[in-house]
């Protein structure tokens, strides 16, 4: 957690920045962000290799139904997966390996729709702003 002095400190630069952009804001709305961007990060900071994997490539854009049949398990399970702390180190290398292979693939080109790619980017946006994936 920051100190006092840091928390004072990033809030008022966020105040500073939203004035600068003539945006409204009230303290309580800044703090509310701080408390969900601290939340966010020191969730994603202890994610494990597994979830941040997974994470990613839902922040890429890639279905669960599509990653489930990649991996050959249900969309349930990658759900789990990406909540759970520990999994076996078959799982985490089948799912390390799966990263790499589509990290620099457009999911759009692989023949997922973009209203698919949209949703699954928006879904991963979501989780991580607020720190939800804990």
Not at 4 to 32: G, H, L
Not at 95 to 122: C, F, H, I, N, Y
């Amino acid at each position: 957690m920051p100190t006092p002095n840091r928390r004072a400190s990033a809030r008022a630069a966020m105040i500073a920045v939203a004035e600068a952009q003539d945006i409204p804001v009230t303290v309580r709305q800044v703090e509310a962000l701080l408390a969900a961007a601290e939340s966010a990060l020191l969730t994603w900071v202890d994610a494990t290799p597994t979830q941040q994997a997974l994470y990613e490539l839902r922040a890429a854009g890639w279905t669960l139904p599509y990653l489930a049949a990649r991996l050959g398990t249900s969309s349930a399970e990658i759900g789990q997966r990406m909540r759970r702390r520990h999994v076996t180190p078959r799982v985490e290398e089948q799912t390390l390996r799966l990263a790499a292979e589509l990290k620099d693939v457009d999911p759009v080109s692989a023949g997922l729709s973009q209203s698919a790619v949209r949703m699954a980017r928006t879904w991963a946006s979501r989780r991580t702003q607020v720190g939800v994936h804990r």
